[in-house]
């Protein structure tokens, strides 16, 4: 078998209502799976899959009430990010075709030996791992391709214009704007648009130690200081001919500010250590969070300093100044968090894009990004995170993502009693009555209620559309 540093980003899960089976699986798989789960029917399957990402399902088809095939059946309107091998200890060619039209990856027959289930895992695997390599090497080979500023909104267009006219000049730009507003790639895209040929070097002035700052920008000579035991080129030097990315540029100390005003003033740097000058064609762009006239005010910042930096200025909007943008941000993010992690393509439903808009994203499109991301995890659409904060509690006031997940979980953990339906009802309006009311429950989104359900969304669109032509 493989190393276990091979599958232990993958999990699994092996659906089988025999307990003896459930326990020599998980064995085996926990050497190499970083999460091995078991259920042994259907209903505790489904909760696994809609909590968990799952690489692997290996699922037995005949299981009390539900059948395997009819799960998988059920859900394959649901993107499918997961191989599944399926077991049975029933020979049938109708069967055996029918896993195959499903998409299984593999079709083991019981009672298997060990290791014939080992290699079909592998085989899954192997194929997967292979997927996720390449789809590392594209993303490396997209980071060279032109930086594209996402959105149509009308501040979002003036960014644009704006990053377009300014990056042909060699002067230095402040970037200012609220955190997780995309500062940096701003910047990139201002490097990208201009004329140099030189590199673009980001440095976080607040992520590095300030007695080291100095050091990381100019560089210093071989025993320059205790542990200088060689010398090192500084960032200056390394971005000559491109561009510097300062972000945070509020959070250098007050001292390491003339040093960098004396070089920007000289185009020239003088390593740690050195008593030589050595010339530099740099161009400053950096960026902050902070209002560094307010910084100036208070004796934080330097004036020249500010000056010296804000030639040209690029205030960036926060998302909920550009809410247009979310469709397009959200469908950006979905396919690229997907490809990363070597998964299908993910399409929120237009539920998700409302519930969305109705929020005022204080940490800006960092906060975006990172909960599609948790979404995609998790296999949650947005809107079920979201719808339940509507309401009692305003979307503007949550200060904690948890805080939403944890009340719409709590809201949704279980389903109201329902009311008992007349003896004299048919099946069918049963049905119906049973359908809408668990649309109802989801506020109308049919994309989470056909989940519910078991169902493809498709089939809900079909039932609404017979009942509206019945009634008509």
Known sequence: MVAKS????????????????????????????????????????????????????????????????????????DSRNYDVIFMTGYAELDTAIQALRLGAADFILKPFNLENMLQAVRR????????????????????????????????????????????????????EGESGTGK?????????????????????????????????????????????????????????????????IGEMPIGMQS????????????????????PVDVRIVAATNRNLLEEVEKGNFRKDLFYRLNVLTVSLPALRERKADLACLTEHFSHMIAKEMGLKPIHWAHEDIVAMSHYDWPGNIRELKNMIERCILLGKPPVDHWSGLQGNTPLHQETAFDVAIEQKETECSCMPEMDVYPEHWTLKEVEKKHIITVVDLHDGNKSAAARQLGVARKTLERKFKEWSEESA
């Open 6 to 77: 091979d599958w232990h980003a993958f999990s699994v899960l092996v659906v089988d209502d025999e307990i003896g089976m459930q326990t020599i699986l998980k064995k085996a798989l926990s050497k190499q799976f970083g999460q091995v789960h078991t259920a042994g029917t259907i209903e505790d399957a489904e909760v696994i899959r809609q909590s968990h990402h799952l690489d692997l399902i290996i699922l037995d088809i005949n299981l009390p009430g539900q059948t395997g095939l009819e799960w998988q059946e059920s859900i394959a309107s």
């Open 124 to 175: 899954c695997m192997d194929r997967r791992l292979v997927e996720r390599t390449n789809f590392a090497l594209q993303r490396e080979i997209e980071k060279n391709n032109p930086i594209e500023i996402i959105g149509n909104a009308d501040k979002t267009l003036q960014l644009k214009q704006m990053v377009a006219q300014l990056a042909p000049s060699n002067a230095a730009v402040l970037i």
């Open 184 to 248: 940096e790639l701003v910047a990139r895209g201002l490097h990208q648009l201009s004329n140099r040929n030189g590199p673009f070097v980001p440095l976080n002035c607040g992520a590095i130690a300030p007695d080291l700052l100095e050091s990381e920008l100019f560089g210093h000579t071989s025993g320059a200081f205790t542990g200088a035991k060689k010398g090192r080129e500084g960032l200056f030097r390394v971005a000559n001919n491109g561009t510097l990315f300062l972000d945070e």
């Open 259 to 278: 040093s960098l005003l004396r070089a920007l003033e000289q185009k020239a740097i003088r390593p740690v250590g050195s008593e030589k000058e050595i």
